[in-house]
């Protein structure tokens, strides 16, 4: 082969194109490449228009649209204000860098005052904005794509409807290539299905009616999928458990590590407010639960219909609620944890051993499926933190221990109640966990 391209070439010495002429050849196919990309890229502004008037979208549109807004969670990326609701500035912390949650009010000039519905219909169904440049999918438009066509109507009717605040979003903070919105468009092309969730074929319309809910609106996915480097949630493992702002999102499908198995019933009370058997929810999953709180109690009703399918309902391999012991050789525990058994007796056993006594507080710690997962993450924060209601809002109260405890405390106390409460292996370096959570900058 190679004998036979050589003596080709001797005998055609002049064909041979020479270096200047490959390097220009070269470049030309690369701008050809480079020119298709941004060809597809390229996305035409859609014309501003005038701020529809408040008369021109019915009452009952408007409140359709207010509760999807809620179950959509906008505010929580998009109002750092809570006096200026939906004016942007929202920081959303990625891998790559920081991206903020823009202005959605209808102020013409930092806002989406001159948006039609076409260009809103199009930032929600292709991640575009009016003047055609392309949205980082931080902004969960991979699911909101997925909305029908009358529920994005709804969404704009109500936020065309609030009160316009002139914000200027802060710009992304992205280092290069990332700073570069046109190769979104090869992003899309990956991981992007443009359109109306296809029907399912369940037959079941409640929960169909979940699944259109959990998927297109509320996208639980965004939090409890891992994600690839791309950050694109990987399909295959949809419902597999992810992280969510430094917090884990515990699976949702079968390989759930929930010490008592989750049930319809019991999902809705969770998702609903505060469930007796699994507590409530906290880091990004408490917004969750009160964005939900919005919609008709049928729907979240579904959802949990949706969930607890994914799961797979208690069967001889997941054992009904009643039957899961709770506590594990107490007495053991102790032994080996010494000082984590002391610091839980002091610091914890008047709440967490009340008997349910203390408002809020379920019969076991063993019961919240965060001590049985993966990662410490979430207990490291729920103890640092502590657990605080909303505002002027009856809820619950644990106090946070940062500045209490410290790293070495709080380390073994973790590993106590992972031997006291779990059958789970060991969480391998709790004083790194407990040492890197406790030295990030304390939230708003
Ligand atoms: C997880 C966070 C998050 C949630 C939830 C969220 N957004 Fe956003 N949204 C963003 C971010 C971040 C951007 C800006 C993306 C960028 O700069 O490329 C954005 C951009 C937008 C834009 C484009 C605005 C512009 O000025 O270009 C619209 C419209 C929008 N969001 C509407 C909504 C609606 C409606 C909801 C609720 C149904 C919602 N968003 C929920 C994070 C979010
Ligand atoms: C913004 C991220 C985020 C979104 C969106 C989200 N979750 Fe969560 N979810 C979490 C986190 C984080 C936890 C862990 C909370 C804790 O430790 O208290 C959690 C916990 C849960 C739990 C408890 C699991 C267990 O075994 O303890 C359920 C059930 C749940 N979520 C369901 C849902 C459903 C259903 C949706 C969509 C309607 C949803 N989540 C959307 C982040 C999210
Ligand atoms: C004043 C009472 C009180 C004290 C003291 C207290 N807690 Fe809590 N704790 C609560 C309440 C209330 C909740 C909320 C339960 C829920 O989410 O439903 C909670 C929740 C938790 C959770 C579950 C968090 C999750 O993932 O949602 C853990 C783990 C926990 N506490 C551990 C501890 C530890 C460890 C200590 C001791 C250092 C402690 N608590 C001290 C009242 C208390």
């Known amino acids: 082969m190679w004998r036979r391209l050589a003596s080709r070439r001797e005998r055609n010495p002049g064909r041979r194109s020479p270096w200047w002429r490959r390097l220009i050849v070269g470049f030309g196919l690369l701008a050809v490449a480079g020119g298709a990309a941004f060809f597809l890229a390229w996305q035409p502004a859609i014309e501003p228009v005038s701020t529809p008037d408040r008369a021109s979208f019915q009452p009952d549109q408007i409140r359709k649209g207010a509760a999807l807004a809620s179950a959509g969670f906008c505010s929580t990326c998009h109002t750092t204000d809570e006096t200026k609701p939906f004016a942007g500035g929202y920081p959303l912390k990625t891998p790559f860098g920081t991206i903020y949650g823009t202005n959605i009010t209808p102020d013409r000039d930092t806002g989406i005052g001159t948006w039609s519905l076409a260009a809103f219909r199009r930032s929600m169904r292709e991640g575009i904005d009016r003047a055609g440049s392309h949205l980082y999918p931080a902004f969960p438009y991979t699911h909101f794509t997925q909305l029908t066509d009358g529920d994005i109507e709804a969404l704009y009717a109500y936020l065309m409807t609030r009160d316009a605040v002139r914000a200027e979003a802060p710009e992304p903070d992205l280092p290069f290539p990332y700073s570069i919105r046109p190769l979104l468009a090869g992003w ?28 297109a609106l509320s996208h639980c996915s965004a939090c409890h999928a891992p994600r690839n480097a791309l950050r694109a949630e990987r399909a295959e493992l949809h419902f597999a458990g992810g992280m969510a702002e430094g917090w884990w999102s515990p699976p949702l499908d079968r390989s759930s590590p929930a010490p008592v198995p989750w049930t319809r019933e019991t999902l809705f009370n969770y998702l609903h407010s505060w469930d007796s058997a699994h507590g409530g929810a906290a880091g990004p999953m408490k917004p969750v639960v009160a964005g939900l709180g919005r919609l008709p109690e049928a ?24 039957e899961k012991p709770t506590d594990i050789a107490p007495a053991r525990a102790d032994e080996i944890h010494r000082r984590g058994a002391g610091i839980y007796r002091g610091a914890c056993a008047s709440c967490h051993e009340s008997g349910g006594r203390v408002p809020f507080t379920v019969a076991s710690l063993g019961q919240h499926t965060t001590l049985a997962g993966p990662l410490p993450d979430n207990v490291i924060r729920v103890i640092l933190e502590g657990v605080h209601p909303p505002e002027g809002e009856v809820g619950a109260i644990m106090p946070g221990y940062a500045g209490v405890l410290d790293a070495d405390q709080i380390a073994d106390l973790l590993a106590y109640l992972r031997v006291r409460f779990t059958n789970a292996p060991a969480w391998p370096a709790l004083k790194d966990d407990v040492r890197r959570i406790g030295a990030e900058e304390p939230k708003g």
Do not use: K
Request: no cysteine; proline share 13%; net charge neutral.
């Open 299 to 322: 729907d979240v009703r579904a959802i949990a219909r949706y969930v607890a399918a994914t799961m797979g309902l208690p069967a001889p391999d997941r054992p009904a609620p009643a």
């Open 188 to 215: 899309n092309l990956l991981f992007l299905r443009v359109g109306p969730l296809p029907a399912g074929d369940s037959g079941d319309p409640v929960l169909e009616r979940g699944r259109y809910l959990s998927e």
